[in-house]
C-alpha cells in the first residue's frame, strides 16, 4: 500500500485535520472519564450493598438468597475474593456442594495458603465423603493464613480436624491435634480450656482434660458445670480425691442439683478403699473386712447360691470357680487374721476384686458399695499394694 | 515519495497576514503552530496514515466504552442491578423498549439496523468506505436501549461498526482518496471489535477473515495499531481483565479429545440449525408489512420476556453466566436449558430487526452446550475428563466457528481470552469440526445470507478462501521442441523450426537469460546473414519473461500481455526448460476450473 501525495495543499490540510482531530479526542476523553468514574463508584456501591444484603441473608440462615445477593454483587466485581468466599459459604450452607467446591478452588488457586478457603474446602470434602482430603485441607488451613485473630482460628480448625480424625478412629492423630491445641490456648481463654478438656475426655485422656478444666476453673472457679465435669475427668482418671473435690465443689455451688450419685460413688470409693495410702493398720484392716463381706455377698446373689454351692446349679465356670476360692479363703479370713496378716489382706481383696470384675459381666453394673470396689480394683489394676 | 523534500515544499504554503491585537499571539503565530509539521513533523502519507489509525483506535475505544457504560446504565434503570430482575420488568421492559427502539430505528436511524460486519463490508465493497456517522449515533442509542432492555444481543457487532463509522467521518474529514477510505472502515471495525472483546489478534483475524479476505501488508499495519490502541483504551478505563476468567486447563486424559469430537458435532449441529432459524423467520418477517417493523421488536421483548420469566439468563448479553458457566456453576441438564433458551431468545431479538449483535449470544450459547456436553462426559466417564469449565470454554470457539464461520479467529479468540495455550488442541478439534458440518449443510455463510437478504451481493470471503487458485503448472504444456541454445548457428535454427509446430522458438542463453524467435524472424535473419551466425548474434538484446510452475495465473495474465508463448522454467535453475505457456493455454485452464 502506498499513499502518494495527492498535492501538498491536501497534504498540509490533511495534518491541520489530524492534528485538529485531538480537540475532539480530548473532549470524548473527558467524557470517558468521567462516565468510567461514576460507573466504578455506582459498581462499588453495588458489589457493597449486595455484598452486606448476602451477609444479612446468611445471618438469617438464608443461604440460597445470600447466595443471588453473593452472586448479584460477583457480577459486579467477578475478581473480588471475598464475595466469592461469601459466596461459597453460602452454597455450602445451602447444600449446593460442587458449585461451593468449584468456587473455593478457583480461590484455592489464586490463595492456596487461605486459612479460610482451605477451611471451607475441608468442609466441603467432609460433606462429600471424601476425608483424607478434608483432613489435607484441615491440616492446610492449620498452617494457613488467617486475616483475623489467627491463633483463635487456628485452635477452632484443630479442634475440628481432631473431632473428624476421632470419628474415623484416628485416635492418636486426633489426640496430637488436640495437644497442640491445648499448648497454644491463652491462659485467660477459660472457655477454650474447658472445651479442650471436654475433648480431651472424648479422646480417652482424662488426665489431660483435668488439667485442661483445672486451667479453665482457675479463671472462673464457681462454674458449677465445669466443676462438674472437671470431677468427672478426674473420676474418669481414677484420681477420686481430686474428682471429690470439683464434685463437692460443684454440689456447694449447685445445691439443687439433685444428681450427686458421682460424687456419692467418689465418696464411697475414697471411704472404703483399703489400699490407699495413709491409711492405720486398723482402719485396712476394717475396710478390707467391710470389702471383702461385701464381695462375698455380692457373689452368693449373683449366683443365687448359699455357701457350698454344687456344679449342677448351671454357675458360670469363673464364678463357681470364685466361689470356691472364697469358701477357702473365708476360713481363714477374719477381722484379726487380716490385721495381722498384710498378705492374707492383699489375697482377699484381689478375690473381692475379682468377684466384682466377674459379677459386672454376667448380673450387670453393681450399685453402692460394689461398684466402689469395682472402681477400686481397676485403680489398682496391676499394683500389687 | 520523497519525504525529504516534503518540508522544503510545503514552506512553500501561503502564510496568513491578520493578527490578533488584544492577546498578542498572532494568527500568524497559531498557524505557524499547525505549520510547525511542514518543518518538523515531516511524516510521509503512509506513517500519516499509521497514525490516523491510532487515532481512530482511540476514538473508537472511548466510543465502546461509553457504549459499554451505556447499556449498563440502561440495565440499572430499565430492569435494576439484579441478574435476575424483578418479574414485571422482565415481562415488560423488554417489550416496552422494543416499541422505543423500533421508533428510532424507523424514524430517526434506518442505517442502524442490520448486521453491522455487513454494513462495514458493505462500505468497503459497494459505498466506496462511506458509514454515515448516523450510523455511530443510531447504534449507540438504540443498541444501548436493546440490550440495556434485556434484549438477547451483545454490543460486539455494534461496536464494529460503530469504530467503522468513526473511522469513516474521520477520513472523509481528512478528504481521503476513495481507495484509502474503503481502508478505513475495516481498521475503524477492528478497533471497534477489538475493544468490545478486550481481545486485540482476535479481531485483527476477525475483520481479515470475514471483511476483507486479504493479508494486504499495509492493511495489516494499520488494522493492528487500532485494534491495540482501542484496546488498550477499554482495558484502561474498564479493566485488563480478560472477557472471561477461565479455569484451568490440563488435559485429564487423551480419550477426553473424543468428548471434544463429539462437542464439535453438536456444536456445529446447533449453529446449523440456529443459522436456519435465523435465515428463514428474518426473511419471513421481513417480508411482512412496513408498518409490522414498529412492532416487532416489541414482541420479539415480550416473548423474552416470558421466557425469563423462567430463565433470566437468557436476557441481555449474559456475560456474567458464561462465567459462571465456565466456573461449573451450572448442572449439565442447566446448561443445556440455558443453550436452548438463547438460542430462542437470541433468534427472536435478532430476526425482529432488533439492533444488536449475535457474537455475545454465540458466545452465551457455546458456553453452555459445550458445558452441557462436559458435564454429560463428566457424568458418564468421569475417569476421561477434567471439568466442565474447559468444555464451556472450548464451546465458545465451537459455536463461533460453526454459526459465524470464521475458524481461525474462533480458535485465536480462545487462546487470546485464556491466555491458556495448551487448550487449543481440543479447541482446534471441535472447531475444525463444528465448522465442516454447518459448511456441508449450508453452503452459504451466515453473514453473505444476511446480505443477500438485505439485497447486497456482498463478496463471500469464505467463498474468496475456497475459490482454487490456477496456477502456471495448471496451464502449462510440454514444449513442442527442444530449445536452441545461443551458439547454435542460424542452419541449427531452421532445421529445428521445419520440425516444430510452434510459431515461436526458444532460446537460452549460457546466463539463464531466455529469448523468443519468430519463425518468420528466423526465415529473414537467414536469407540475410550467413548460414553459420550464430543466433547470439541476432538476438544480442532479446529477453523473454521466465515464468515458474507455482505462480498464479491471474499474475501471468499482466505478463503474458504481447507474448505468444511463454517459457516455464524451474525456480532451481532457470536454464531448465519445465514448459510453455500461452495465453489460450490460460484461457483453456480457467475454462477447465468452471
Not at chain 1, 206 to 214: F, I, R
Not at chain 1, 272 to 290: I, K, M, V
Not at chain 2, 61 to 86: D, K, Q
Not at chain 2, 207 to 232: K, P
Amino acid at each position: 500500500m502506498t499513499f502518494e501525495p495527492t498535492n501538498i495543499a491536501s497534504r498540509y490540510f490533511q495534518r491541520r485535520v489530524l492534528l485538529l482531530s485531538l480537540i475532539p479526542l480530548a473532549l470524548l476523553f473527558l467524557l470517558t472519564v468521567t462516565l468510567a468514574g461514576t460507573y466504578h463508584a455506582r459498581e462499588e456501591v453495588l458489589v457493597r450493598e449486595w455484598s452486606q444484603k448476602g451477609s444479612e441473608d446468611l445471618s438469617a440462615g438464608q443461604p440460597s438468597r445470600a447466595f443471588e445477593d453473593f452472586r448479584n454483587a460477583l457480577s459486579y466485581d467477578p475478581n473480588n475474593d471475598l464475595v466469592q468466599l461469601l459466596l461459597a459459604e453460602a452454597l455450602l450452607a445451602d447444600g449446593r456442594l460442587p458449585e461451593a467446591r468449584s468456587y473455593l478452588v478457583n480461590l484455592w488457586d489464586r490463595s492456596p495458603g487461605s486459612g479460610k478457603v482451605n477451611y471451607d474446602l475441608a468442609h466441603v470434602s467432609m460433606r462429600t465423603g471424601d476425608w483424607e482430603q478434608a483432613v489435607r485441607y484441615f491440616q492446610t488451613a492449620i498452617y494457613g493464613s488467617w486475616d483475623e485473630d489467627p491463633a483463635q482460628q487456628r485452635n477452632k480448625v484443630r479442634l475440628e480436624l481432631f473431632e473428624l480424625l476421632l470419628a474415623r478412629g484416628q485416635t492418636s492423630e486426633a489426640q496430637a491435634e488436640l495437644a497442640s491445641v491445648a499448648a497454644d490456648i491463652p491462659p485467660e481463654d477459660a472457655t477454650l480450656h474447658e472445651q479442650t478438656g471436654r475433648l480431651f475426655l472424648k479422646a480417652g485422656l482424662p488426665g489431660k482434660a483435668v488439667t485442661e478444666y483445672e486451667a479453665a476453673l482457675r479463671n472462673n472457679p464457681r462454674q458449677p458445670q465445669w466443676l462438674e465435669e472437671a470431677g468427672f475427668a478426674a473420676f474418669a482418671a481414677g484420681d477420686y480425691a481430686k474428682a471429690e473435690t470439683f464434685l463437692a465443689r460443684a454440689a456447694r455451688e449447685n445445691p439443687s442439683s439433685e444428681d450427686h450419685e458421682l460424687l456419692r460413688t467418689v465418696r464411697e470409693v475414697l471411704d472404703d478403699d483399703p489400699l490407699r495410702a495413709g491409711l492405720s493398720n486398723e482402719e485396712r484392716a476394717q475396710r478390707s473386712w467391710r470389702a471383702f463381706q461385701q464381695g462375698l455377698a455380692r457373689l452368693q446373689e449373683c449366683t443365687g447360691s448359699n455357701a457350698d454351692p454344687q456344679p449342677s446349679q448351671q454357675i458360670p465356670s469363673d464364678l463357681y470357680s470364685l466361689l470356691q476360692d472364697a469358701k477357702g479363703l473365708k476360713g481363714r479370713v477374719s477381722l484379726q487374721s487380716l490385721r495381722k496378716d498384710p498378705d492374707l489382706r492383699n489375697e482377699a481383696m484381689q478375690l473381692v476384686f475379682h468377684i466384682e470384675e466377674s459379677t459386672l459381666k454376667t448380673c450387670g453394673t453393681p450399685t453402692g458399695t460394689d461398684h466402689a470396689l469395682l472402681l477400686i480394683g481397676k485403680e489398682h489394676a496391676g499394683n500389687n499394694p | 515519495m520523497n519525504d525529504r523534500s516534503a518540508p522544503i515544499e510545503e514552506t512553500k504554503m501561503p502564510s496568513p497576514e491578520v493578527n490578533s491585537p488584544s492577546t498578542g499571539i498572532t494568527k500568524e503565530t497559531g498557524r505557524r503552530w499547525f505549520n510547525v509539521g511542514p518543518r518538523s513533523f515531516t511524516l510521509s502519507e503512509g506513517n500519516l496514515f499509521l497514525i490516523l489509525a491510532v487515532i481512530i483506535g482511540l476514538f473508537s475505544g472511548m466510543a465502546v466504552v461509553c457504549f459499554r457504560i451505556a447499556i449498563e446504565w440502561v440495565r440499572w434503570s430499565l430492569l435494576g442491578s439484579a441478574l435476575a430482575p424483578p418479574p414485571l420488568r422482565v415481562l415488560f421492559v423488554p417489550a416496552g423498549a422494543g416499541l422505543v427502539v423500533a421508533f428510532l430505528v424507523q424514524r430517526f436511524f434506518r442505517v442502524a439496523r442490520g448486521s453491522g460486519v455487513n454494513q462495514t463490508k458493505a462500505a468497503v465493497y459497494v459505498f466506496d468506505g462511506y458509514v454515515p456517522f448516523r450510523a455511530v449515533i443510531g447504534k449507540f442509542i438504540v443498541c444501548s436501549i436493546a440490550i440495556g432492555s434485556g434484549q438477547s444481543l451483545g454490543p460486539e457487532d455494534p461496536s464494529l461498526q460503530m469504530g467503522a463509522g468513526i473511522a469513516s467521518a474521520l477520513g472523509r474529514r481528512l478528504k481521503l482518496s476513495r481507495d484509502k477510505l474503503r481502508l478505513l472502515a475495516p481498521v475503524g471495525a477492528a478497533a471497534g471489535l477489538a475493544a468490545a472483546f478486550n481481545a486485540p489478534i482476535s479481531a485483527v483475524l476477525f475483520v481479515i477473515e470475514e471483511v476483507i479476505g486479504t493479508w494486504s501488508a499495509g492493511a495489516l499495519g494499520a488494522i493492528v495499531l487500532a485494534a491495540v490502541s482501542s484496546a488498550l483504551v477499554m482495558r484502561t478505563f474498564l479493566g485488563s481483565e480478560p472477557m472471561f476468567r477461565v479455569p484451568p486447563y490440563t488435559l485429564a486424559h487423551p480419550a477426553e479429545l473424543l468428548a471434544y469430537a463429539v462437542l464439535g458435532v453438536v456444536g456445529g449441529v446447533l449453529s446449523l440449525a440456529m443459522m436456519r432459524i435465523v435465515a428463514y423467520f428474518r426473511a419471513r418477517l421481513r417480508a411482512l408489512p412496513e408498518w409490522t417493523n414498529y412492532v416487532q421488536p416489541a414482541i420479539a421483548g415480550l416473548l423474552i420476556g416470558l421466557v425469563g420469566l423462567r430463565i433470566p439468563q437468557a436476557m441481555g448479553a449474559g456475560y456474567p453466566y458464561v462465567d459462571q458457566a465456565l466456573h461449573n456453576q451450572y448442572t449439565w441438564e442447566i446448561l443445556a436449558v440455558l443453550g436452548f433458551a438463547k438460542i430462542l431468545t437470541s433468534s427472536l431479538s435478532f430476526v425482529s430487526g432488533t439492533p444488536g449483535g449475535m457474537f455475545a449470544p454465540t458466545l452465551f450459547i457455546g458456553a453452555m452446550i459445550g458445558g452441557s456436553v462436559g458435564g454429560l462426559e463428566h457424568h458418564f466417564f468421569p475417569a476421561t475428563s477434567a471439568s466442565v469449565g474447559p468444555f464451556a470454554l472450548v464451546g465458545i470457539g465451537t459455536f463461533f466457528a460453526g454459526f459465524l464461520r470464521v475458524p481461525i479467529t474462533s480458535v485465536f479468540m480462545v487462546v487470546e481470552t485464556t491466555g491458556n495455550y495448551s487448550i487449543v488442541l481440543p479447541v482446534m478439534i471441535s472447531n475444525t469440526i463444528a465448522y465442516l458440518i454447518s459448511r456441508k449443510y449450508q453452503d452459504v455463510a451466515l453473514f453473505d445470507l444476511l446480505a443477500r437478504q438485505d439485497g447486497l451481493e456482498l463478496p463471500s470471503m469464505e467463498e474468496q478462501r475456497e475459490t482454487v487458485v490456477l496456477r502456471v503448472e495448471d496451464a502449462m504444456r510440454k514444449p513442442e521442441s527442444l530449445p536452441l541454445q545461443a551458439s547454435d548457428t542460424l542452419a541449427r535454427a531452421l532445421e529445428i523450426a521445419g520440425t516444430s509446430p510452434e510459431d515461436l522458438l526458444f532460446v537460452r542463453f549460457p546466463t539463464g537469460r531466455w529469448a523468443g524467435l519468430l519463425k518468420k524472424d528466423l526465415l529473414t535473419e537467414a536469407s540475410n546473414r550467413p548460414k553459420d551466425t550464430q543466433l547470439r548474434e541476432v538476438l544480442s538484446s532479446a529477453r523473454l519473461p521466465v515464468l515458474h510452475p507455482d505462480q498464479r495465473l491471474d499474475d501471468v495474465l499482466r505478463i503474458i500481455q504481447g507474448h505468444a508463448l511463454l517459457p516455464v522454467v524451474s525456480r532451481a535453475g532457470s536454464r531448465r526448460l519445465e514448459g510453455v505457456i500461452s495465453l489460450l493455454d490460460i484461457l483453456i485452464a480457467y475454462q477447465k476450473s468452471t
